[in-house]
């Protein structure tokens, strides 16, 4: 499976945008998918995961309560809704596929990863 991410872009800091994640030739139905994103200069990072069926979710405490991901097995995508963004959420975001069930927030379980989309938040 080839994950492709589509949605990102600039907006000002306190607003929203919606990433998602669907599959290039392929479906994302029974894998568990996670997003991660990597600011520039520094390390990748967990954001949230979601597994197969969608109804359990996972994510970091930095966007907690600020970001939610979802899933629309019909659709084959994947989505991540990125709302009061912050500065800090300036970073390269992927998504990354998995047939585990207990990937959670490890990037070494995901086997499958996209090319990623830019966001940038500025004040």
């Known amino acids: 499976v080839q994950p492709v991410e589509s949605g990102g872009g600039s907006v000002q800091t306190g607003g929203s945008l919606r990433l998602s994640c669907a599959a290039s030739?392929?479906?994302?139905?029974?894998?568990?998918v996670g997003w991660f994103r990597q600011p520039s200069g520094k390390e990748r990072e967990f954001v949230a995961a979601?597994?197969?069926?969608?109804?359990?979710?996972y994510y970091s405490a930095s966007v907690k309560g600020r970001f939610t991901i979802s899933r629309d097995n019909a659709m084959n995508t994947v989505f991540l809704q990125m709302n009061s963004l912050q500065q800090e959420d300036t970073a390269v975001y992927s998504c990354?596929?998995?047939?585990?069930?207990?990937?959670?927030?490890?990037?070494?379980?995901?086997?499958?990863w996209g090319q990623g989309t830019q966001v940038t938040v500025s004040s």
């Open positions: 990354a596929a998995s047939v585990s069930s207990n990937s959670n927030n490890d990037a070494s379980r995901y086997p499958y």
């Open positions: 979601i597994n197969w069926r969608g109804d359990i979710t």
């Open positions: 030739g392929g479906t994302l139905r029974g894998y568990s």
